[in-house]
């Protein structure tokens, strides 16, 4: 009996631990966290009601806690109560007293040991973070989720486009604003971002913000504290009138509300019964899938927190297998959910507050869209019917402009009665009177972009005055620390005056870049263009060069030395070779004249013939005569050929086809990339150029010249001025104010491809109502050709006539002139003048041989005479001296009367063509000789 008894006593506990086994293997936990006894019991209800789960058939078992305030103690609970009882899921809902409160650290701890949790109330952003919170769904959206219908029914029922969207600076308004943006992208909404936080004087400059916009339609997102107080602030600002709408978070449905607000609700989103029914029917149908898919042996979830457990990897397989899951008779309408874990197709009402009280005016639902309920009529703030139009348009515009951009600004003066009239050669364009603040003075502007300011306000009515802005400027912007936290945007020029209110509207050639759109508004382009470069000209070539220009200075040279080498070279040839030199020594039949036989060719003769042969202008009478000096001369002839043919076609190329090209080929041209000191250029001061200069990181050593050496201009005139002084040797800017400048001025030439292409606008204030307008009206203008009529006033027409000729077609070509060929005529000229003055020489030289020879002749005939009467016996008298003959036949001769050489005509002709002996000298008295035999 004793071993019985103790037999028995020990098979008691084995068969309470086989029977624990077999209930655990037979049976699911489910935890739930709720927020009141009553929803539990209603969970235990429908627990007890459902049938079992799994080929099993697995009856499901539920494990229960109510929520309490203190997060750490749900967290233990969680712990202590249901992962002990090794749960596959939990249900969690909110403290009941405290809605607000999210059960954060239910979802974290679960999470932790991938066990999924469903909730049914909780909508905090924070949740769907699955970096955080691996494995939380639940039945009900996010708050974030009502930024769809509040922008479909914006623009969708009231076509509104611009709203102000007022959020919180903390997790909640960031993905608010991450779900604005993406409204934005698909629906082509604008909107106007003020963040606050939670403290009044904040609250207070945010509104004041607000109220300064134009702007009137106003979507306030947080929690029920924040939007209670902003609304009590925005109440005491006279903001929550007429005029204004208000669309309000979902959130603020605790809040009494003023007249005529909207705020979205969730269709069945505070019905806990309905939403544990529903999440209770999804865990059963996928714990029925998860272990009818899963044949194997399942891991047991975790049941210690103590112990250093891994996670349950069971568990992100049934997560996956809930998300699946879709239950289409719920009690809260049909369930389905994303791949966050995030339900879908979540249906809201609009509620319009009238006389206090809550009436649905539409519905919305992702996948239908907003729907109005038909015969209900929405009541805006100030309790009027009428719809208000959400912008508040300013019907007088002050506008700045920036000086001496033309054609686009002009600056005048004013005429005698400090008035501006109309314009000469343009009496149906704009000219306005300007302030310029700098002198204190009027002006008058007008240009391409003051007639297009005038179309805009006859077209939308308005009044503008116009004022130059004071630093002359367009605007550079840069980013400053305020305490060290929080960065602003400071601008300068235009754009400063923008920042500052100063101006509603910028009229002039403004760039539009991402930097200048971070601060103002722009319309459409009203001009588009790129950035070039401006050059001057090189110097063309004088009148007398002008002919040499096909060759260079050394081959001209080369031409010169080579002709008279080969003169030199063709005279020696020929005085030295044996057939070179033809002389005969026959006489006549008297003995007494020589006669003269064929010469060799002279060293005159020989440059006379080579540079004949060079200029084609015949060869004459003097030729080589050796065969040595005529093969040099064939080659000199087929050197000159060449010569010729060269110049001629070079000339033709050169005066004729060539265009004068640019010294440089673009902005990668080596010499604007890599600079120096020969070669220098610059932009302007503060503007969009200079800006992306300096933001590119390839081209800062470009933009570190031009500041280093103070290559900044502060208007284009002022560039353009520098340009044509040589200054600068290139000057980039707009291609379109460069297109009107090398137009007016045939010294300055465009070159390279535009780069970088943008377009003009008007700038505008942040989100100005004004925008869309005038952006619509400006493409109008384009499609109806009124802004091409513009280019023809300003920029076509206002090209100088007396120009015209630099303004040539790709196609057109050049014909010569007299500036072209007028060094071959002054050449011609200076010809003529040498010939003239050389033929003076010519004939003195003669006239001065001619006297010697005639001296010469009598002297010859003298002697003859002398020797003729000396042979006979006879004597001269001198008729001066009177001195006899001395004896033996030797007379000297000093001096004889001029008729004592009268002479027959035969003896004349005996004279000619031979010259006396050497021993005879004439002087200016009479014929001496030293000896005579």
Known sequence: ????????????????????????????????????????????????????????????????????????DMAQSVCDDFIKSQVYLMIVSHPLDEPDVAPISVSYTCGYYRIPLIGVSSRNAILSDKNIHPTFMR????????????????????????????????????????????????????????????????????????????????????????INDVLTV?????????????????????????????????RNGYNETSHVHDAFNIAKKALDKFFYDISNEIERPPNDCTVDLSPWKAGYQLYDTLVSTSFFEGLTGPVSFQRNGNRENSVYEM????????????????????????????????????????????????????????????????????????????????????????????????????????????????????????????????????????????????????????????????????????????????????????????QELGKLETFMAPFQRELWILIGISVHVVALILYLLDRFSPFGHVKSSTTDTSGRLPKTGEEGLNLASAMWFAWGVLLNSGIGESSPRSFSGRVLGMVWAGFAMIIVASYTANL?????????????????????????????????????????????????????????????????????????????????????????????????????????????????????????????????????????NLTQIWIVQSKSKSKSDCIRGGNDIDTLGLQSMAGVFIVVGLGIITGVFVVFIEICYKRRKEVELRQSQLATFAVSRWKTKANRGGGITDHRQGIKKPNGGSVLVSSYRQDDFTSQSNDTDRIRGWRPPVSHRINGRGLSRETCA
């Open 139 to 226: 039945t009900v959206p996010p708050w974030s989720n009502e930024v769809g219908m509040v922008v479909e029914f914006i623009l969708d029922e009231n076509k509104f486009t611009d709203i102000v969207a007022v959020l919180p600076k903390n997790e909640e308004g960031r993905v608010a604003h991450s779900d604005l943006m993406n409204q934005k992208i698909k629906n082509n909404i604008e909107y106007r971002l003020f963040e606050y936080e939670n403290y009044g004087d904040n609250i207070t400059q945010t509104l004041h913000g607000i109220k300064d916009q134009s702007i009137r339609v106003i979507f306030l997102y947080g929690s029920t504290s924040q």
């Open 234 to 266: 925005a109440t005491d600002m006279g903001m929550i009138s007429e005029g204004y709408v208000w669309l309000l978070s979902e959130q603020a449905l605790p809040l009494s509300l003023p007249d005529g607000v909207l705020i979205p609700r969730l």
């Open 1 to 72: 009996m004793a071993i019985n008894l103790i037999a028995f006593l020990l098979i008691i506990p084995l068969l309470v631990q086989m029977r624990m086994t077999l209930s655990q293997s037979s049976s699911i936990y489910i935890g739930a966290f709720l927020s009141s006894q009553n929803q539990i019991d209603i969970l235990e209800r429908l627990v007890s009601n459902s049938t079992g789960v799994g080929p099993d058939n697995r009856t499901i078992l539920l494990t229960s806690r109510t929520l309490s305030g203190n997060p750490i």
């Open 351 to 538: 509620l319009n507050v009238k006389n206090g009280d809550l009436e649905p005016v539409g519905t919305w639902s992702k996948t239908e869209g907003y729907q109005k309920i038909d015969g209900v009529s929405i009541t805006w703030p100030g309790n009027v019917e009428t719809q208000p139009e959400g912008l508040i348009f300013k019907n007088h515009l002050r506008v700045v402009t920036a000086p001496y951009e033309e054609p686009f600004v002009f600056i005048n003066e004013p005429d005698a009665n400090n008035k501006c009239g109309p314009i000469e050669g343009k009496p149906t364009s704009n000219n306005v009177e300007c302030w310029d603040n700098a002198t204190g003075t009027v002006k008058c502007c007008s240009g391409y972009c003051f007639d297009l300011l005038e179309w805009l306000a006859e077209d939308f009515t308005f009044t503008y005055e116009v004022y130059i802005v004071m630093d002359r400027k367009y605007g550079a912007c840069h980013k400053t620390n305020k305490n060290n936290s929080d960065q602003t945007i400071q601008c300068n020029g235009m754009l400063g005056d923008i920042l500052k209110g100063g101006a509603d509207m910028i009229i002039s050639t403004l760039t539009v870049d991402k930097v200048r759109a971070q601060v103002i508004d722009f319309t459409s382009p009203f001009k588009h263009q790129g950035w070039s470069i401006a050059i001057k000209k090189k």
């Open 652 to 788: 033709a190329a050169f005066l004729v086809l060539e265009r004068p090209d640019g010294d440089i080929n673009g902005i990668h041209d080596v010499r604007l990339r890599n600079p120096t000191a020969s070669f220098k250029y610059g932009t302007i001061k503060d503007s969009a150029v200079e800006t992306y200069f300096r933001k590119k990181d390839d081209m800062s050593n470009m933009y570190r010249y031009m500041q280093e050496n103070d290559f900044m201009y502060h208007t284009a005139k002022d560039a353009i001025e520098a340009l044509r002084a040589d200054e600068i040797a290139a000057f980039i800017w707009d291609s379109a104010v460069l297109d009107y400048y090398t137009s007016q001025d045939c010294n300055l030439l465009k070159v390279g491809e535009p780069f970088h292409r943008s377009g003009y606008a008007i700038g505008l204030t942040k989100n100005s109502p004004w925008t869309k307008r005038m952006s619509s009206a400006i493409l109008q203008y384009q499609e109806t050709g009124r802004l091409e």
